[in-house]
């Protein structure tokens, strides 16, 4: 059974807006929670995680996520986006002993 | 640079043509990985191994191999290729599992015709 779950193939947004990339995980216990992007052409690069300690957790370029036990979501968020955040976001879960899961991603793309 | 890299970058090749991509890091990383990325699927892990001579299946083995001789390297080897294994490969490497964050490779291409 997946892990972790990306419910949105594509968010839009437009350019000083917010924006929010969902991630929903099924993980009991406690969750080893990542996020990374992936630009075109490249390989992922790591942007936060959460581990333990405060729920809100801020990482690369202006990003930060919450983590919410209740409602099982590691949601992804930026305050201002910009037109350089466009990109493929992918949840991971890195809870598991000896392998991690991803999720299938979510194409962002910020509109001037 | 820290880094992980990969060879080649793109690949194409015929059906039952033995074949290996290689990888390398530079972080003395006990953890390497390969992954394959398919549209509509993310991620999906190939084999892991957490140290030198110890490797292990992900979730999709089937039709390759891996070896792990030196911490450095963990070639992936396709003995005999087959066009569902057309994807995007991607290498990773990290000090260990859970808490630490992976370094990717920039992707190897292959296309199996």
């Known amino acids: 059974a997946q892990s972790v779950a990306q419910p949105e193939d594509q968010v839009n947004v437009a350019e000083g807006n917010p924006l929010t990339v969902k991630c929903t995980y099924s993980v009991s216990g406690n969750p080893y929670l990542f996020w990374y992007v992936q630009y075109p052409n490249r390989g992922l690069q790591f942007l936060l995680k959460y581990i333990t300690g405060d729920n809100l957790v801020k990482g690369s370029y202006g990003f930060e996520a919450e983590f919410n036990k209740s409602q099982t979501s590691f949601h992804l968020k930026k305050p201002s986006a910009l037109v350089s955040d466009s990109a493929l976001y992918f949840c991971a879960d890195q809870t598991g002993a000896n392998n991690l899961f991803f999720g299938t991603g979510t194409r962002l793309t910020v509109i001037p | 640079e820290a880094q992980v890299t990969q060879n080649p970058r793109y690949l194409i090749t015929v059906t039952g043509k033995k074949l290996t991509v290689t990888c390398s890091q530079n972080m003395n990383h006990e953890y390497m990985s390969w992954y394959r990325q398919d549209p509509g699927l993310g991620l999906r892990q190939i084999y892991y191994s957490m140290n030198v001579e110890v490797t292990d299946k992900g979730d999709v083995p089937e039709g390759y191999k891996v070896s792990r001789k030196e911490k450095r390297n963990f070639p992936l080897i396709l003995e005999s290729p087959s066009p569902n294994q057309t994807s995007l490969y991607f290498c990773?490497?990290?000090?260990?599992?859970?808490?630490?964050?992976?370094?990717f490779g920039p992707g190897t291409r292959l296309t199996v015709t």
């Open positions: 990773a490497s990290s000090l260990g599992i859970g808490s630490y964050e992976q370094y």
